[in-house]
């Protein structure tokens, strides 16, 4: 049972344009979702998070917007550019149970 | 800082053999965790390690065995390799406060073939 789910699998865009990746959560405990980048032969990296008492945060380019009523987070990138030409993990933990429960990534790609 | 650093970066394996994975962290993390990526998929949590001496089951501990003796190390051992076992695998260290988010720090991973 996918607790975390990203239900598009890849996505393309426009350089400048903006990006926007979704993901669901079925578990009300969750109380942090955390963003994290991947590269091709690299480890995930850490890109942002929201915690739960919150609706929007903001890093730079990156927004991450949740939805507690609706269990949906998006996460914004404008303006998007070839460098963010990744996989991207949504991931969230509940309570002092620090295991992250990942989703399936989506994969995306800015077009020059 | 060299971070979370894993090795070998790439094995293959025949049927029937063992081998370990090493992975060491320099940032005085108390928490490790091995990961496994199967393509297409997300990363599952193979076992982890909240401190030296402790080591607890992830969703996915069957064909595994982990140890943690120091608080930098966190070999993963697999004793009769299967095909199953092909993936892709990432061992990762955090230190999660309370309160806060648990941001884990991911090494480059080890590409394991069984054949």
């Known amino acids: 049972d996918q607790q975390v789910k990203q239900n598009s699998p890849s996505l393309s865009v426009q350089e400048g344009r903006i990006s926007i990746l979704n993901c669901d959560y079925t578990?009300?405990?969750?109380?942090?979702f955390l963003w994290y980048k991947k590269y091709p032969a690299e480890g995930p990296t850490f890109l942002i998070s929201?915690?739960?008492i919150k609706d929007k945060n903001e890093d730079g380019r990156f927004t991450v917007f949740l939805n507690k009523s609706a269990k949906h987070l998006s996460l914004h990138i404008v303006p998007s550019q070839p460098g963010d030409s990744a996989v991207y993990f949504c991931a969230a933990s509940a309570g002092n149970n620090r295991k992250l429960i990942w989703g399936l990534g989506t994969s995306l790609a800015v077009n020059p | 800082n060299a971070g979370v650093t894993q090795t070998p970066k790439f094995r293959i394996l025949k049927i029937g053999q063992s081998m370990t994975l090493q992975c060491a962290q320099d940032m005085n993390h108390n928490y490790m965790y091995w990961y496994r990526q199967d393509p297409g998929m997300g990363l599952k949590l193979i076992y982890y390690?909240?401190?030296?001496?402790?080591?607890d089951k992830g969703e996915v501990p069957n064909g595994y065995n982990v140890s943690r003796s120091t608080t930098e190390d966190f070999p993963l051992r697999l004793e009769l390799a299967a095909p199953s076992q092909t993936s892709v695998y990432f061992c990762?260290?955090?230190?999660?406060?309370?309160?806060?988010?648990?941001?884990?720090?991911f090494g480059p991973g080890t590409r394991l073939t069984v054949l």
């Open positions: 929201i915690s739960s």
């Open positions: 990762a260290s955090s230190y999660p406060l309370a309160g806060a988010y648990n941001e884990q720090f």
């Open positions: 390690s909240v401190g030296a001496g402790i080591t």
């Open positions: 578990n009300s405990m969750f109380d942090y």
